[in-house]
């Protein structure tokens, strides 16, 4: 059975930092695309950051130089650091697996942004 749980969302003033976390486990982490997408009301969801097995990563605009995304293939954990947080930063983040067809997603954690 695959599951990405994912931890560490909550709320922050901005300015502050929250350290996202998944663990992944039922697949094989070191092959797949892990990812971070987050979805705000009323809005698409949209990718944040994705890091490949061989670790090449790519960040949206926004968050480029605030947002560092990590993985540990020996833990099977994919890790979103996010610093310099904005209220626009508010939003379900979800941790994304991907390998060839198989597209795996955990259930989200909230992040508010908000003094």
């Known amino acids: 059975q695959v599951q990405l749980v994912e931890s560490g969302g909550g709320l922050v003033q901005p300015g502050g930092s929250l350290r996202l976390s998944c663990a992944a486990s039922?697949?094989?982490?070191?092959?797949?695309?892990m990812g971070w997408y987050r979805q705000a009301p009323g809005k698409q969801r949209e990718l944040v950051a994705r890091i490949s097995s061989g670790g090449s990563i790519n960040y949206a605009d926004s968050v480029k130089g605030r947002f560092t995304i990590s993985r540990d293939n020996a833990k099977n954990t994919v890790d979103l650091q996010m610093n310099s947080l904005k209220p626009e930063d508010t939003a379900v983040y979800y941790c994304?697996?991907?390998?060839?067809?198989?597209?795996?997603w955990g259930q989200g954690t909230q992040v508010t942004v908000s003094s």
């Open positions: 039922g697949i094989s982490f070191r092959l797949y695309v």
């Open positions: 994304n697996g991907r390998f060839r067809t198989s597209d795996y």
